[in-house]
């Protein structure tokens, strides 16, 4: 597995224990909350707790069925039998490592291989979310397909993003804007009553699993906010 970003197990570490404040200095009294991005090292630090060190190992093989199954899903809507849905979604998994054991120093097959792989939390997590979003998205080409349980669902994925990358949050609601609106106009079935419903459910979700990443900012450490890059720090402020 990689282990690039070691940083991320300190934090798995502490929402194992339910710190959200690590204190490391005994002179220090009172500590806010560090503003971890909760919902991408989440099933590490559950599966930690049921299973001890062997939940990464756990964690792993499920994210691993689950991109397989995503991706695969997504390739057979798209028009790719089962076949050369596996076989593409094999090549996007393995690509990274066929590069780096070749020793291939190509660029553009490089950041091919970063669609996928096993480092935590991103994109083992990360990308997940994202492979969620376009699979559910792809299988809706009616407006009347914008369900219930479908709009609830990208809601809440829209969310996990904002909890874990949030640059796939911008992504995915551009895509998703555009998409949406583009099949109404196709099928002539434009109605304000239907988009406000729609995007009200999708909204009640989406604030409803925000609500920890949320608490988590409002106690957050100012201090730390400006070090992650979530508060602008200029020459005033400083």
């Not at 499920?62 to 798209?78: A, E, G, P």
């Not at 096993?118 to 492979?131: A, G, K, M, Q, V």
């Not at 988590?216 to 400083?238: A, H, T």
Request: proline content about 3%; charged content about 10%.
């Amino acid at each position: 597995n990689n282990v690039d970003d070691w940083q991320y197990y300190t934090l798995i570490y502490n929402l194992y224990n339910l710190n959200f404040s690590p204190i490391y200095d005994p002179t220090i009294e009172y500590s806010k909350f560090l503003s971890f991005p909760i919902y991408s090292i989440l099933y590490h630090a559950l599966f930690l707790k049921i299973f001890d060190i062997y939940g990464f190992i756990i964690v792993s093989f499920l994210t691993i069925f689950i991109f397989f199954y995503l991706l695969i899903t997504f390739f057979q809507s798209v028009g790719f039998n089962i076949f050369y849905s596996a076989l593409i979604t094999t090549t996007i998994f393995c690509l990274a490592n066929f590069v780096n054991y070749f020793d291939l120093n190509i660029e553009y097959l490089n950041a091919i291989g970063e669609l996928y792989g096993l480092r935590i939390p991103r994109p083992s997590i990360t990308h997940l979310y994202f492979f969620l979003f376009l699979t559910l998205l792809i299988s809706i080409t009616k407006p009347d397909q914008f369900n219930f349980k479908k709009l609830a669902i990208i809601g809440a994925t829209f969310a996990l993003m904002w909890g874990s990358f949030y640059y796939y949050l911008a992504i995915s609601t551009l895509i998703f804007l555009i998409y949406y609106f583009y099949i109404l106009v196709e099928t002539n079935k434009f109605k304000i009553s239907t988009i406000i419903k729609n995007f009200t459910i999708l909204g009640i979700f989406f604030i409803f699993f925000s609500v920890p990443l949320i608490f988590i900012l409002v106690k957050s450490e100012p201090d730390y906010l400006v070090r992650v890059g979530l508060v602008n720090l200029d020459l005033n402020k400083k």
